[in-house]
């Protein structure tokens, strides 16, 4: 309906500024009564019309005009006032007389040719403030809260959306049944935390969470991003801030959940413009509005970050965020139902086991597991299947943590047998060690920057704490693949393939001894005090806090546990030179080497054949390069992959 008007009334402006237009475009010459009444007695003048005091002239063929336009200067009739310029009756009586009679129509359009377009602009801006206002344009409201609301009314997400993370929804049933309940905690003068802190690495479900609780408690929730606060003009943080929670007060009870928060809640003093700073004046007015809520307003504010340790202590004291909930990365049961989750209501084959998913995904965290289940769905729809498959779902995650096969890069045979042996390797060194882990898959396909890759399972329960014999016998594994190139190839023959290898060994050989105090020789100390720049979030470097001579230790005793770790990679692979070459050359054959054909090929029983792609669905697609690999490099006990 507002439309409508605003087209009608342009139609209207655009017909009145063509009248004016049109009228003042008249050819019609303006000329004053005597040059008129000098026509008239030449007896030029053929017809003069009288529309009240304006007079048009029609002149006959051959004068010096051929119309003309002019007013009487009184209210007397046009003949009179031409007689009395001197006209002759004669003069007067060859000229033909017409009198109109008056209308309101011209003097109505002209009115409207001047103020119509007047009233189409103040519209038009009328308009384009109300459409800006309605929009929320940033260039027009400045001081408004950007914050999304949803309704609780028809909550969206619950905790039943919500896997791996049974802690942290035990916490927050807490503010659910506040805002179900409040007087239940009232009447006992309990006062529920004003500010739930979520805490945890990217991906862990923090949003998620904050928005299972408005779910879980029927109310509306407000959602704003802590980046969204700043702005480059002075001011228009705290006014947003203001304005948030003013809109949160007349909704109580709400939940507002400010993602990032550390965006705006960094320790204040480290900016560059000192207490002037535009986000130190956004935060203190956090801070002001968080004090200012009273018990009954029933309003309480969930904030998300993964950088609770540059976050102001102000705003962490009891009174404002006094309840801090960790969302850590979720184990192999936690995955296992985060997996359950992301399947529901997808049409899975019978071979899907989400346990064992569970156990290839040690690292992964929900967003993690839900782009899995994305990609595996993409990739059954690509091949032209009903159901996705346990393959779908290993490929996926190879695509998630090193990205789609490279299959058109063109290798040479004697890479592809470099390559081979190297994998075998680890793979052969992994499985000759008590302590090592167990071996997932091997394969040979370029994946991302990898030339080849070696898989590694997640035992059976994760391990949060890493033993210095399960260290060691990773090391040794790492080392697996130069080992294996030095006996096959000789020494002179290495390549480059082991660069990434030999950069972990030496990462975690230096933790052992510096972080872990795993050295026998310089005993349970740490060594060496990481510096971070709190403003920009980042390490910036490690401060020496021990001597020289302690450096050089330090440095033979890395040295050492890599030395060690080398030499029992090749000792195993020179006792199991015949399970190398048969894994190498398996590999050369097939590429790919799955958990159970590595076992049967150990054990000398006889090896199962590979799985076969299904046949893509009519009209023939390309099959997409798909591959598996997994696990996320999120912690050191975690096993990661080997590749070349």
Request: hydrophobic share 40%; glycine share 8%.
């Amino acid at each position: 309906m507002r439309n409508s008007f605003v087209y009608v009334l342009i139609l209207v402006a655009l017909g009145a500024i063509l009248y004016s237009v049109r009228a003042q475009s008249s050819p019609a010459t303006e000329l004053s009564l005597s040059e008129v009444a000098q026509q008239i007695e030449r007896g030029n003048v053929d017809k003069i019309v009288i529309a009240e005091n304006d007079l048009t002239i029609h002149f006959r063929s051959g004068a010096p005009y051929e119309l003309a336009v002019t007013r009487k200067e009184s209210a007397s009739t046009a003949p009179e006032q031409f007689a009395s310029l001197g006209v002759s009756e004669q003069a007067r009586s060859a000229v033909k007389w017409e009198v109109q009679a008056p209308s309101d129509w011209g003097n109505i359009m002209v009115l409207l040719s001047y103020t119509l377009p007047a009233v189409f602009v103040i519209g038009f801006i009328y308009f384009m403030l109300r459409q800006a206002q309605g929009t929320n344009n940033q260039a027009l409201s400045f001081g408004k809260s950007r914050a999304r609301m949803f309704t609780g009314d028809q909550p969206t997400v619950t905790f039943d959306d919500v896997a791996g993370v049974d802690e942290a929804k035990e916490e927050l049933a807490e503010v659910v049944e506040f805002l179900k309940e409040p007087e239940k905690f009232i009447t006992l003068g309990a006062r529920i935390p004003k500010g739930v802190m979520l805490v945890g690495s990217p991906g862990t479900g923090k949003t998620l969470l904050a928005k299972a609780v408005s779910g879980e408690a029927g109310v509306p929730f407000f959602s704003i991003s802590g980046s969204e606060f700043v702005e480059m003009f002075v001011g228009v943080g705290a006014s947003r801030v203001r304005d948030l929670f003013e809109q949160a007060k007349k909704q109580s009870p709400c939940i507002v959940f400010v993602d990032e928060i550390d965006a705006v809640g960094r320790q204040r003093g480290a900016g560059l413009g000192g207490s002037h700073d535009e986000r130190e004046q956004t935060l203190n007015q956090i801070l002001v509005e968080m004090d200012g809520f009273d018990t009954d307003t029933n309003v309480i504010i969930v904030a998300a970050t993964n950088r609770p340790d540059i976050l102001d202590p102000a705003l962490l004291r009891p009174g404002r965020f006094d309840r801090r909930v960790v969302l850590d990365r979720p184990d192999i049961q936690g995955r296992e139902a985060i997996f359950g989750v992301h399947v529901r209501g997808k049409p899975l084959a019978p071979d899907v086991k989400l346990d064992l998913l569970a156990k290839s995904t040690p690292g992964f965290v929900g967003a993690d597991i839900e782009n899995t289940v994305n990609e595996a769905a993409i990739l059954a729809a690509r091949r032209g299947q009903t159901l996705i498959s346990m393959r779908d779902l290993d490929e996926a995650i190879e695509r998630v943590v090193l990205g789609p096969e490279r299959k058109s890069r063109i290798m040479t045979e004697r890479e592809r047998k470099i390559t081979a042996y190297h994998e075998a390797g680890h793979a052969i060194v992994a499985r000759a060690q008590p302590d090592g882990d167990p071996v997932r898959k091997v394969t040979i396909i370029p994946r991302g920057i990898a030339g080849g890759l070696t898989w590694y399972l997640a035992d059976d329960e994760d391990q949060r704490l890493a033993t210095r014999s399960k260290l060691k016998a990773r090391l040794a594994s790492m080392l697996g693949g130069r080992s294996a190139e030095e006996i096959i190839f000789s020494k002179e023959e290495v390549t480059t393939g082991a660069s990434n290898d030999l950069e972990q060994v030496t990462g975690i050989a230096r933790r052992m001894v510096t972080r872990w105090g795993m050295s026998e020789k310089l005993g349970p100390m740490a060594f060496g005090k990481k510096e971070e720049l709190v403003f920009l979030g980042r390490e910036i470097g490690e401060q020496r806090d021990f001597s020289e001579s302690v450096a050089e230790e330090i440095d033979a005793e890395v040295r050492n546990l890599v030395s060690t770790a080398h030499q029992l990679a090749s000792k195993l692979l020179k006792k199991y030179k015949t399970k190398l070459a048969e894994v190498a050359n398996y590999l050369l054959e097939n590429e790919t080497l799955e958990m159970e054909q590595f076992e049967a090929l150990w054990n000398d029983d006889p090896v199962p054949p590979p799985k076969q792609p299904p046949p893509p669905a009519p009209p023939p697609q390309t099959e997409a390069s798909t591959g598996e690999d997994t696990d996320s490099p999120s912690k050191d006990p975690v096993p990661v992959p080997s590749g070349v």
